[in-house]
């Protein structure tokens, strides 16, 4: 059985738990709490937990019982005084249950317990969990300002960045710390599972080399677990990244994210005093303590989410695109295609850059690739995959991008993706704005099922809906202010 068949059984289970009134919000957060004990016992990685709430020790229990040491066990390893383990400490910080009736707890552990988890250790149980995780967002899609980066971009972004052993690496918006834990696994395999380095590297690189701060506490959870199946145990903060207790975040060779889209709640400023410039808009804030964050040694780098907006914005957003222009080499934008993520409309790019020596003109040139112009659909059933990223990545001469070529040519190729722009053609464009297209933006034929389309429309209705109430309850507060 491979793990995609076990993370789809493990899905079946939402159907028990809905029946409790467990939203599919929650979902993944209730199950992480009993897959917890099983997958520690499964890695043989029980040390932490007390004896007494091991996963065999929770099997021996039914009924009316059963529910009742469950909810003991979510306060107690929740509990330092109880359970004296940071990290089991802060995957079930505020943990509690929101299944009522004992039936359902016992068939979900009964269930779990009957997977095949011998296909699953051979696959890797951090691989299975990562999958429960992507399963979780397609299925129940997202907020506003909250999106599941598609994996084979975080392994592009990865791949493009090549980070190396003994490198500090960072996420500020680590989500379900998908980014690192990718990093991770891309240079366990390049050095056959850590084997071929020194003992004291591999030290450094499961409590050191990756870290992450995550504001939502839910969120924060999943990403301490997913952590933890793949035997890392960096620095991984729950709190704003734009406030300051973000401000350790300082001194990193790679930061890799995709940080939250929109504007701080009410239009306030962030609260962090290091930021050059104030703005409301998060992935501006964003971009500034990410190009700042990176250290001065010349070879610090970033791959960083953007929507268009961050390359045209006037005021703060201009300032800050000539600040991140001037302290850093942006050697390159990917315009990433529609569709990709679960906001159909939302259009966005890959920064790619190198902090710089100094802080005056590091940008030189930026080569732009359009993967926007006449691509294919993407959705539901049509997700974007490792080989839609192939010709950028050939183009991208990663490791020596002094073999670049253009493949726009005016005369001979003027639908070429890959085009270089200097700095003075920049300069001179309004706003300073790095939003260029060159293609012919002539519409393209809609290849997607009917159900497709209109599975889109309701999710859009739903989005809608969702922000109509949370603007509700926004309102609710300023009248009772006045």
């Known amino acids: 059985m491979t793990n995609q068949e076990i993370v789809q059984q493990l899905w079946k289970e939402c159907d028990v738990l809905r029946d409790d009134g467990v939203t599919y919000q929650d979902y993944v957060t209730e199950l992480t709490y009993i897959l917890f004990l099983k997958m520690s016992k499964e890695q043989d990685q029980e040390q932490e937990i007390p004896e007494k709430y091991r996963w065999d020790s929770l099997m021996k229990h039914e009924g009316l019982e059963l529910m ?30 929101s299944i009522d009736e004992p039936a359902n707890l016992e068939k979900i552990i009964h269930d779990i317990d009957g997977l095949d988890w011998f296909s699953a250790r051979q696959e890797g149980l951090g691989a299975l969990y990562e999958g429960l995780l992507e399963k979780n967002a397609n299925e129940t899609k997202s907020g506003a300002g909250q999106y599941f980066t598609p994996r084979p971009l975080i392994n592009m972004m990865v791949k493009m960045s090549q ?3 003994g490198e500090r690496l960072n996420d500020p918006a680590a989500g379900t710390f998908g980014f690192m834990v990718a990093a991770n696994d891309y240079l366990s395999d390049k050095t056959d599972e850590y ?21 939502v506490p839910n969120t ?4 301490l677990m997913n952590q933890y199946l793949h035997d890392m145990d960096g620095k991984l903060e729950q709190g704003d990244s734009l406030s300051t207790a973000g401000k350790w975040m300082k001194d990193f060779d790679v930061v890799l994210t995709n940080p939250p889209f929109g504007t701080k709640k009410g239009g ?21 303590i990410i190009y700042n964050s990176l250290n001065k040694g010349g070879k610090a780098r970033a791959a960083v989410v953007v929507p268009d907006n961050v390359l045209f914005a006037d005021g703060a957003g201009e300032k800050i695109r000539k600040d991140l222009m001037n302290k850093c080499n942006l050697h390159t934008i990917l315009r990433l295609p529609t569709g990709i993520f679960y906001a159909q409309g939302v259009q966005t ?60 040519d005016k005369e001979k ?57 949370e603007l509700n309850k926004e309102l609710e507060g300023i009248d009772d202010e006045n």
């Open 163 to 165: 980070p190396k052993i």
């Open 349 to 408: 790019n890959v920064l790619f850059f190198n902090r710089g020596t100094s802080d005056e003109n590091n940008t030189r040139d930026v080569w732009i690739y359009d993967m926007r112009h006449k691509m294919r659909t993407f959705g539901k059933r049509n997700p974007l995959n490792e080989k839609d990223f192939a010709e950028f990545e050939k183009q991208f001469c990663v490791g020596d991008r002094s073999k670049r070529e253009e493949t726009w």
């Open 268 to 288: 306030e400023r962030a609260t962090r005093d290091d930021l050059t410039y104030e703005t409301s808009n998060k992935q501006l804030n964003f971009l500034q």
């Open 68 to 97: 009742n040491f469950y909810r003991q066990l979510l306060l107690d390893l929740g509990n330092p005084a109880k359970t004296p383990s940071k990290r089991i400490n802060a995957i079930y910080n505020n943990a509690s249950t």
């Open 413 to 469: 190729n003027p639908n070429g993706r890959w085009r270089k722009f200097s700095i003075d053609e920049i300069q001179k464009r309004p706003n300073t704005s790095l939003d260029i297209s060159w293609l012919s933006e002539e519409a393209e034929q809609d290849n997607r099922s009917l159900g497709e389309i209109l599975g889109e429309m309701n999710d859009k209705a739903k989005a809608i809906s969702s922000a109509i109430t």
């Open 220 to 223: 924060h959870r999943l990403a």
């Open 195 to 215: 084997f071929d380095i020194s003992d004291s590297e591999r030290t450094f690189e499961r409590e050191k080399a990756f870290s992450g701060m995550e504001l």
